[in-house]
């Protein structure tokens, strides 16, 4: 079932780079492992309603991608009435692919009330390709053993610990955003 398989945090950009499984189980392959239910963040676009399905598009800043809520009873009603154009919504789905367009049937919605969330999502998004990548790096015999503990001294006066690990698969923006989030003045 759904609920038993991890949902992974991505990108639209992220699903778009995502290639299809080397098995016929019609997964799809980011950084390195099968992914199939999903969640996003982003805003809505180009809603269209019908009686049996409710498809949209959701735009997070990386890319759109199309998105359809099947309508099976009055629960499902009432998760789509929250969606309106210009609205920011989190969804979960499934990452399935219709005519060669990859697109995410969605089987939740809420709508975004607290714009951290949005910040959120992308960091968790960047932490899940983070470990992702290290564990990819650790499969092709990469040493971690050598990690190094750290101390910083904060401007309050109190000292924050971190490890350093090697940064080899991160990309210039996560590496950016790790620099920023090491600052003294962000611990």
Sequence with gaps: SRDNQPRYPVTVKQIYDANPSS????????DG????????????????????????????????????????????????EILEEGVYVRVHGHLKSFKG?????????????????????????????????????????????????????TPNGHQASQQEYSLDGLGTTEKMVLDFLLLPSSV
């Design 101 to 153: 367009e990859k697109q995410v049937v969605v089987y939740a919605i809420r709508p975004v009330n607290d714009f951290n969330e949005i910040g959120y999502h992308y960091i968790e998004c960047i932490h899940s390709h983070g470990i992702r990548m290290k564990s990819k790096k650790t499969a092709k015999d990469a040493d971690f053993s050598s990690a190094k503990t750290t101390t910083l001294n």
């Design 23 to 30: 098995d016929d189980n019609m997964k799809f392959v980011i």
């Design 33 to 80: 492992v099968e992914v199939d239910n999903v969640k996003l963040v982003g805003m809505v676009f180009k809603k269209s309603e019908r009686v049996t399905d409710v498809s949209f598009m959701i735009d997070d800043f990386t890319g759109r991608i199309g998105c359809r809520r099947w309508i099976n009873d009055s629960d499902d009603t009432k998760d789509v």
